[in-house]
């Protein structure tokens, strides 16, 4: 009995989603039976049978056109379609009449399957959070309470197999995530004590315990469920127009029909019967439907795409902006690079042992929280070497940290804390050649001189090269706008391949030089993912954050890769580059189709039937065009 009470609102939702499709389908029936019913001569039960198959067909139409000319206070493409297919019956073609509200329902039931094929992204998305969670009690125990109920700082069990509930981190145990819902990726994420967890993510091989992080309203599915819906709502300026075009379309399409069906009659001779006939006839040809179908099921098409592979638009206006970007922005670090130094040369006195002295400055960098402390603490667990324990320090901000091991005095810092002329004697000047290679130098000195240096370097992201590659062939330019000193930014510029590069930016000055960019290029794009680089993105014509960025950032943006992969960045130019191609030739498919046909009936070469086909069949093929960006963009 439950299990069919649970499956019920499912099946209704099911077959509700397809009501327009059956309603036409039914339509279709109808209208079949009722001409062969009537093939050899009109019959009432025929009659009676074309008005069921309007009413059912058109119902949906109808309603929807109804209802945006009373909110709108100006008639639409649907009324025009209502018009025409009550014209048809009045002067007897009950048939062609109801066969254009048929084709009208099969195109409006093929434009709600377009919408619902979006919709689903969200679905699928919204689907996966979990709605309840095995929330730890005081006494150790466990139980299970909704999600929504939870609070930040609430402990909660997650056995094998379940899906994470909300944003937060490991306190207790080890296990493998697949966080493919997040990224895309595959292959499962190894998670131990305070890593990061994901609601919605799957925990596949360890019994875990975590500690919820943020509300259940601010996780990370649903900022992604949001920025989607907000994407499907948002339109592309080409659909702004095409919409605002429509109202005044159709008046001149009215004022139009009511001029033919009078003055043929006079200017031509022709008789009333024709005379009303090819009004009817132009009223059908002249509607644009297919024009107002080229831009919107594409659009959608396109989000629902970029929503499957980690790319997600705010709208169709920052979709179509992204088609015309000649160049593109990027912050260095966290961006361009992964933002966490690594050490990447150890050099000591030549008189002194290597795993001494590093388990000597491991034990020195472990007691602060520096990124390049934490850097060298991991290189020095990687070599397999123990930290000295126990050394007493001074932090000396700006300059370094000043240690004490045995009375003797140790100094951790840049060349100014611990002598620029021994730094220059030091292995024939080593740290100057590190420095000309973009690297962050760290210096150590004792009672005798330099002990060691060690030199670090934000590392670029294994993707990036490929991108910058993929965005030249587009014909796209990139410009490196970095916090970074000159020769830093010049070693990364060259690594990546970047047009060019402008080092030592603050976030005023990023923002000063993106618009010298917009002056230049026209549109600009800005890659970026912290606090300082928000008023920039803002600034450029389509700004794009990384999905492990900000907040702030991932609020700003206009398009996001959730993946944090660069080269997804060329993939969502294409797909805007490929959407704007396939709305152009709807565009000037659809409004060939009216003039061709416009110009036929006036030279009485078209039919109704012919008409209607001619018509609808156009509307059906814009349509199908645009759901080809559905597919995969090469």
Same mark, same amino acid.
């Given at each position: ?14 077959? @509700? ?88 329902? &099969? +195109? ?22 979990? =709605? ?36 937060? @981190? ?8 697949? !966080? ?12 131990? =004590?305070?890593? =990061? ?29 949001? /920025? $989607?819906?907000?994407?499907? +709502? ?25 001029? !033919? ?12 019967? @024709? ?11 002249? +509607? ?11 659009? /959608?098409?396109?989000?629902?795409? #970029? ?9 169709? $206006?920052?979709?179509? %902006? ?38 000597? /400055? ?9 990124? /390049? ?58 740290? %100057? ?6 690297? @962050? ?7 005798? #001189? ?26 796209? *330019?990139?410009? !490196? ?81 959730? *993946? ?14 490929? !959407? ?34 001619? %018509?609808?069949?156009?509307? &059906? ?14």
């Amino acid at each position: 009995m439950t299990t069919q009470t649970k499956e019920s609102p499912q099946n209704l939702a099911h077959w @509700t989603a397809h009501l327009e499709l059956i309603a036409a389908i039914l339509a279709g029936i109808l209208i079949l039976a009722a001409w062969l019913i009537g093939k050899d001569e009109s019959s009432t039960l025929s009659i009676t049978l074309y008005i069921i198959a309007f009413l059912i067909g058109g119902f949906a139409k109808a309603k929807e056109g109804i209802e945006e000319t009373i909110a709108d206070k100006q008639l639409n493409v649907e009324m025009l379609m209502v018009f025409a297919a009550i014209g048809s019956a009045v002067i007897g073609y009950w048939a062609e009449g109801a066969i254009l509200i048929f084709i009208f329902a &099969i +195109s409006g039931a093929l434009e709600t399957f377009t919408l619902n094929k979006s919709h689903k992204e969200i679905s699928s998305l919204m689907e996966l959070q979990p =709605e309840e969670a095995w929330l730890i009690q005081r006494d150790g125990s466990t139980v299970k309470v909704a999600t929504s109920s939870l609070s930040v700082g609430s402990r909660i069990l997650v056995k094998p197999g379940e899906r994470i509930p909300v944003d937060g @981190t490991v306190i207790k145990g080890t296990t493998s995530v697949d !966080m493919s819902a997040i990224n895309g990726e595959s292959v499962p994420v190894s998670k131990a =004590e305070d890593d =990061e967890l994901f609601a919605g993510t799957v925990n596949i091989s360890g019994a875990i315990q975590m500690e919820m992080t943020k509300p259940s309203t601010e996780t990370l599915f649903q900022k992604i469920i949001a /920025l $989607v819906q907000n994407a499907q +709502s948002e339109k592309s300026p080409s659909q702004q127009f095409i919409e605002k075009f429509e109202g005044t379309y159709v008046k001149i399409v009215i004022f139009t029909v009511i001029v !033919m069906m009078f003055l043929p009659h006079y200017l031509f001779d022709w008789d009333w019967t @024709t005379t009303f006939y090819r009004a009817i006839v132009l009223l059908v040809v002249a +509607s644009p439907c297919a024009l107002v179908a080229s831009i919107m099921p594409a659009t /959608l098409a396109a989000v629902s795409n #970029g929503a499957k592979r980690g790319i997600l638009f705010k709208g169709g $206006v920052h979709l179509e %902006h992204l088609g015309s970007l000649k160049a593109i922005a990027f912050d260095k670090t966290g961006t361009l690079t992964s933002g966490k130094p690594v050490v990447t040369d150890f050099v000591v006195r030549e008189n002194a042992d290597a795993e001494q002295v590093l388990a000597l /400055l491991s034990g020195i960098e472990a007691q602060s929280n520096h990124p /390049l402390a934490v850097a060298i603490v991991k290189y020095a667990e990687e070599q397999g070497v123990f930290q000295r324990k126990n050394p007493q320090i001074e932090d000396v901000p700006g300059y370094g940290i000043r240690a004490f091991i045995d009375s003797e005095e140790i100094l951790v810092g840049n060349p100014r804390f611990v002598g620029t002329k021994l730094i220059d004697e030091f292995h024939d000047g080593i740290v %100057h050649n590190l420095s000309n290679e973009g690297k @962050t130098v760290v210096s150590m000195k004792d009672s005798e #001189g330099i002990l060691a240096v060690i030199a670090l370097k934000d590392t670029l992201r294994p993707e990036a090269i490929q991108a910058i590659k993929d965005l030249k062939h587009l014909g796209i *330019q990139s410009i !490196m706008l970095t916090g970074d000193n000159e020769k830093t930014a010049r070693t990364i510029a060259n690594e990546a391949g970047l047009d060019r590069y402008v080092a030592e930016c603050l976030p005023e000055t990023k923002v000063k030089e993106l618009k010298k960019l917009l002056t230049e290029y026209g549109e600009v794009g800005m890659v970026g993912d912290g606090i300082n680089d928000a008023p920039a993105l803002a600034t450029a014509t389509s700004g794009i954050a990384m999905g492990e960025g900000t907040d702030v950032a991932l609020e700003t943006a206009d398009v996001v890769l959730m *993946q944090n992969d660069l080269t997804r960045i060329s993939y969502a130019v294409k797909v805007s580059k490929k !959407m704007q191609r396939i709305v152009k030739q709807n565009v000037f498919f659809s409004v060939a189709v009216i003039a061709v046909l416009i110009i036929s009936n006036f030279m009485q070469v078209v039919d109704l039937p012919l008409g209607v086909i001619g %018509h609808e069949g156009s509307t &059906i093929l814009v349509i199908l065009n645009g759901l080809r960006l559905l597919n995969k963009v090469e």
